[in-house]
């Protein structure tokens, strides 16, 4: 990990403390996933990555891909 330093206005930092301790991590942790999901919403050679993970279902939804995306039951 790399150690940085950023400056925050009185107001902002005060509420960040807030947010970070009701979702129980640090301000450095909140900062990290704030950092992560707005590098996320850039604009990438592969924009359809943005969906990786976001959607949630069963081990056997795969299985019934085809049938789900192009109407067919797989050979």
């Not at 947010?19 to 991590?25: E, K, L, P």
């Not at 640090?26 to 950092?35: I, Y």
């Not at 990555?49 to 049938?67: F, K, L, Q």
């Amino acid at each position: 990990m790399i150690r940085t330093q950023i400056s925050l206005d009185v107001d902002v930092y005060a509420r960040a403390k807030r947010v970070a301790r009701r979702m129980g991590i640090s301000v450095a942790e909140l900062v990290r996933r704030g950092l992560e999901e707005t590098i996320a919403r850039q604009p990438t050679s592969k924009p359809w990555m943005a969906y990786a993970g976001s959607i949630e279902g069963r081990p056997e939804d795969s299985s019934t891909v085809d049938e789900i995306v192009y109407g067919r039951a797989e050979p």
